[in-house]
């Protein structure tokens, strides 16, 4: 379908291209007129330009809209907590699509927004968007795929980094072939807002390197303090977007609108506490971002991923 819409308005063009030559009239070299010039008939093209120049560039990127988008997007929606339009999970019956991922602008798919993935054949998911660049978008899943597992499990010591649970969760997501690879270093790479890994206990500043890693080259990481931050949450308070604390143990209880049994009352952000060195970031089932020991098994680990659109 997708190369019969790109090959009519190739058709299109040609014909639009041919009014052009035929229409160019000129009366010596320096009378020539342009495709600039030559009005074109937006009722009959369906089009909002009103000249020929524009016509061709219109019809270029609408044909680059329909054949480039990511075959691997199943469908998308326009996250919405309340209202007529009201779509959480991806799965109400009010829910509304959106192709904002065949746009290449930046931030055409809004923060939230819903998209149900193939990660390889025969595997699906549901993802949140957490940045879109325009030409790539940042996603997390919508459940914790790693369970109960400590941040880093010899000692509650936050200087070695998520040791424990970032290789688990690379290690699940390795055979998905269909998210990009991601190469990145922590406490080097600028993930979103700034490269630091350290943040402190106001949340207020990120501004330090509590730990550094290795170079990383995965299908998934964990989400960071910044990142989730810029949803929407703060520090030990029911602010985080429904979407972003949904699907934990007991979640309902803070309005959210589906628990999971799993006993995950949160899962692990990347990021280290500057204030106490025992402590790690996390997203609380409560909707806020909150600290705890590194060895604690009650938070789980959610995969973030890229993919192109």
């Not at 308005?9 to 291209?17: A, F, H, S």
């Not at 998210?179 to 330090?208: A, F, R």
């Not at 977007?241 to 309005?255: A, C, F, I």
């Not at 995950?264 to 909707?287: E, I, K, P």
Request: proline share 1%.
């Amino acid at each position: 379908m997708k190369k019969i819409v790109k090959k009519n308005y190739e058709i299109l063009v040609g014909i639009v291209i041919g009014i052009i030559i035929s229409t160019t009239v000129t009366y010596g070299a320096e009378n020539i007129l342009t495709g600039s010039d030559v009005s074109y008939n937006t009722e009959t093209s369906h089009g909002s330009k009103n000249n020929i120049q524009g016509a061709i560039d219109e019809l270029y990127e609408k044909a680059n809209l329909c054949s480039n988008s990511n075959k691997n997007i199943v469908f998308a929606y326009t996250y919405s907590e309340s209202g007529n339009n009201k779509c959480i999970n991806g799965e109400e019956n009010t829910c509304q699509k959106t192709e904002c991922y065949k746009d290449k602008n930046a931030n055409s798919c809004s923060v939230g927004t819903i998209i149900k993935y193939r990660v390889k054949e025969n595997e699906e998911h549901y993802f949140y968007v957490l940045h879109d660049d325009g030409d790539k978008i940042t996603m997390q899943q919508r459940e914790n795929i790693i369970k109960s597992k400590e941040w880093y499990k010899e000692e509650d010591d936050n200087w070695y980094g998520p040791e424990t649970i970032l290789p688990e969760l690379e290690d699940a997501t390795k055979t998905w072939t269909n998210v990009n690879v991601i190469e990145y270093q922590p406490g080097v790479t600028i993930l979103y807002e700034n490269q630091y890994t350290g943040c402190s206990i106001s949340g207020l500043t990120c501004n330090y390197n509590k730990y550094t890693m290795s170079q990383r080259k995965a299908r998934a990481r964990m989400i960071t303090f910044q990142e989730a931050k810029k949803t929407g949450c703060t520090v030990n308070n029911v602010s985080c977007p429904e979407w972003l604390y949904n699907y934990l143990y007991k979640s309902t209880s803070y309005d959210g609108s589906y628990d999971d049994t799993s006993g995950d009352y949160g899962y692990w952000t990347m990021s280290a506490s500057n204030g106490n060195n025992s402590d790690a970031w996390l997203v609380r089932n409560d909707g806020c971002l909150a600290i705890n020991q590194t060895m604690s098994r009650a938070y789980g680990a959610r995969a973030v991923v890229e993919i192109n659109k």
